[in-house]
């Protein structure tokens, strides 16, 4: 049987219980609590016996459904929303280490998520172990029996490395450690993190999901493959559950700290979800085209997108992403002051943080994301401060490259 697309799984998807109005979108169930017949059924609910929701810190309808249109789309076992990409990463590691575990990732990371591994995680007793993503070699020495995961970003931001998916996850997998991965850049709508060998995902919802920049989120999509069994922390939970990471997660660590979406954000973002594929295919198109011709613009040094066929890593990309992987670019000029003149000559692309906005945006990341990194830290993780940043919005071509040049 034909798979059903994308669209069409989110849209035809039905309501947990029926509306009383028939609402076409899910409603905003701006509530805290809930009522309940019998406090037989209370005491059921609040133990887990029933689904029924109990307080909306741990669960809510618009929340929920959100969650499951998430779930659908992406063939994941389980799915939780947060209110914010670094939520869903905290939320994530905060499962999975224990004081005296290790974390093995890359120092190409984005600036909070290298400052929560380092300052925040490091404080509680992990330790985190970089080395090159790219090289089975040395990522295979830094596993030991202490691993809790190896952490990587399918492209990094900013400095647009891609690492081969299918070979990390060889490396991790043989070593009994799950393979975590923040798929921010490429929307699930196109790429499948699990036939990669991904093992749970973070994504900031804030950036592609959202639609526009609405509203703050993020996602952890576990896709249930891995055997818990091997990991110290959740080993007592994984035989009696389908997968020890999300019953953990949801049961402990999300309850208790807190973090879950609103409502209100979980129906502005299940109504980006509707047009998400659509809005990526334009502006994903849009960055290939740009990034091209910026190639040939006079006073740009080098131009960073997989998509170009002299990048190198353009073949790992295309395998992974398609021939237009992402909508996010960056690109050199010969020093700082050049970059800080380009920007303020700007009167359509808007000079704002975030990404996959409906509007094309624009950074210098060393004096903003990293602007409080030392010169020493930026060197490690090449941060240039000729380095330009820039989210492709769904304006046209033609005027974004009149605005730049």
Same mark, same amino acid.
């Given at each position: 049987m034909k798979e059903t697309k994308y669209e069409t799984k989110l849209l035809g998807l039905p309501y947990p219980k029926n509306d009383a109005y028939g609402a076409l979108s899910m409603p905003v169930y701006h509530a805290l609590a809930y009522e309940f017949e019998t406090a037989e059924e209370m005491a059921a609910a609040f133990c887990g016996r029933t689904n029924e929701h109990t307080y909306s810190r741990v669960t809510n309808p618009t929340v929920q459904y959100f969650e499951e249109r998430v779930k659908v789309a992406t063939g994941a076992h389980g799915v939780t929303a947060l209110n914010s990409g670094m939520a869903a990463i905290s939320n994530t590691f905060f499962t999975l280490a224990w004081s005296g575990c290790n974390l093995v990732t890359s120092r190409h990371l984005f600036g909070n998520t290298y400052s929560f591994f380092v300052n925040t995680l490091g404080a509680f007793g992990v330790e985190i172990r970089f080395c090159d993503l790219t090289n089975a070699e040395e990522v295979a020495a830094s596993i030991d029996g202490n691993t809790c995961s190896v952490f990587a970003e399918v492209i990094t931001n900013p400095q647009m490395e891609v690492v081969d998916l299918l070979a990390l996850a060889a490396v991790a997998h043989e070593r009994n450690v799950p393979l975590i991965a923040d798929?921010?850049?490429?929307?699930?709508?196109?790429?499948?993190? $699990?036939?990669?060998?991904?093992?749970?995902?973070?994504? $900031?919802?804030?950036?592609?999901?959202?639609?526009?920049?609405?509203?703050?989120?993020?996602?952890?999509?576990?896709?249930?493959?891995?055997?818990?069994?091997?990991?110290?922390?959740?080993?007592?939970? =994984?035989? =009696?559950? =389908? $997968?020890a990471f999300h019953f953990k997660l949801r049961k402990e660590i999300h309850r208790n700290l807190g973090a879950y979406m609103t409502p209100e954000v979980a129906y502005m973002q299940s109504l980006g979800l509707e047009t998400l594929q659509i809005r990526y295919e334009r502006q994903a198109a849009g960055c290939q085209e740009i990034a091209g011709r910026l190639q040939s613009m006079p006073g740009v040094v080098s131009v960073n997108y997989p998509g170009l066929p002299d990048n190198p890593y353009y073949e790992v990309s295309k395998r992974q992403f398609g021939v237009c992987p992402g909508a996010m670019l960056t690109f050199d000029l010969d020093s700082k002051e050049r970059c800080y003149a380009f920007m303020n000559r700007l009167r359509l692309i808007r000079r704002a943080t975030n990404l996959f906005d409906n509007r094309t945006l624009i950074i210098h990341p060393a004096s903003t994301i990293y602007g409080t990194f030392t010169p020493e830290q930026r060197a490690a993780m090449d941060i240039k401060e000729t380095t330009l940043r820039m989210s492709i919005g769904l304006e046209s071509v033609d005027d974004l490259m009149e605005d730049m040049f």
């Open positions: 798929t921010t850049l490429i929307p699930f709508s196109t790429f499948r993190a $699990s036939y990669f060998g991904i093992d749970i995902d973070v994504i $900031s919802s804030t950036k592609y999901i959202s639609g526009g920049g609405t509203s703050l989120g993020g996602l952890i999509i576990d896709y249930g493959k891995f055997d818990w069994s091997h990991s110290p922390k959740l080993k007592p939970f =994984a035989d =009696a559950e =389908a $997968s």
